[in-house]
T-cell receptor, first 108, second 112 residues
Framework: GIQVEQSPPDLILQEGANSTLRCNFSDSVNNLQWFHQNPWGQLINLFYIPSGTKQNGRLSATTVATERYSLLYISSSQTTDSGVYFCAVDTGRRALTFGSGTRLQVQP | DGGITQSPKYLFRKEGQNVTLSCEQNLNHDAMYWYRQDPGQGLRLIYYSQIVNDFQKGDIAEGYSVSREKKESFPLTVTSAQKNPTAFYLC???????????FGSGTRLTVV
């Protein structure tokens, strides 16, 4: 099956800093999503982005499908951004396959 | 408000017992999914259903069973055959392939 690798596994930032999270995948995809899991376990869909660039407030994402990677940018980070960020992909055959996540801690 | 509801939030089970986790959605989504998450890990696919009365095994289906008799409901049964059932279980739904997923708030199952 498809492999999804996320980096870095852990990230600690000071409030106000910017960061870039990366997701590499091993096959062509027709669905790529970024999720944020809060400390209570709730998963929130941030972006549906199989290709191209999207922005939503302080967050933006870019997927370069031909090179099989996606980037999630967080600008002016806040403590509420803390949690785990997951990248998940689907080749069109069934359901999303998740990476192991990037655990982000934003310190005040 | 439309959404996806999982119940209960916490569940304790004795070894050897079957237990059923509920997942209900009122988003009119065709597809539903069950994932398992262990501490510090990503999500692994247990079962998924693209349409009513049809479902497929995911990567870790052994010891689990599902049904999809109604579009709104996709219950998961954790059977006594599941060797290590203690985990966080997440249900999701979507309009189908190529659409975003909406997740429920999860059920934490502990075997005592």
């Amino acid at each position: 099956g498809i492999q999804v690798e996320q980096s870095p596994p852990d990230l600690i930032l000071q409030e106000g800093a910017n960061s870039t999270l990366r997701c590499n995948f091993s096959d062509s995809v027709n669905n790529l999503q970024w999720f944020h899991q809060n400390p209570w376990g709730q998963l929130i869909n941030l972006f549906y982005i199989p290709s191209g660039t999207k922005q939503n407030g302080r967050l933006s994402a870019t997927t370069v499908a031909t090179e099989r990677y996606s980037l999630l940018y967080i600008s002016s980070s806040q403590t509420t951004d803390s949690g785990v960020y997951f990248c998940a992909v689907d080749t069109g055959r069934r359901a999303l396959t998740f990476g192991s996540g990037t655990r982000l801690q934003v310190q005040p | 408000d439309g959404g996806i509801t999982q119940s209960p939030k916490y569940l304790f089970r004795k070894e050897g017992q079957n237990v059923t986790l509920s997942c209900e959605q009122n988003l009119n989504h065709d597809a539903m999914y069950w994932y398992r998450q262990d501490p510090g890990q990503g999500l692994r696919l247990i079962y998924y259903s693209q349409i009513v009365n049809d479902f497929q095994k995911g990567d870790i289906a052994e010891g689990y069973s599902v049904s999809r008799e109604k579009k709104e409901s996709f219950p998961l049964t954790v059977t006594s055959a599941q060797k290590n059932p203690t985990a966080f279980y997440l249900c999701a739904s979507s309009m189908g392939q190529g659409y975003g997923y909406t997740f429920g708030s999860g059920t934490r199952l502990t075997v005592v």
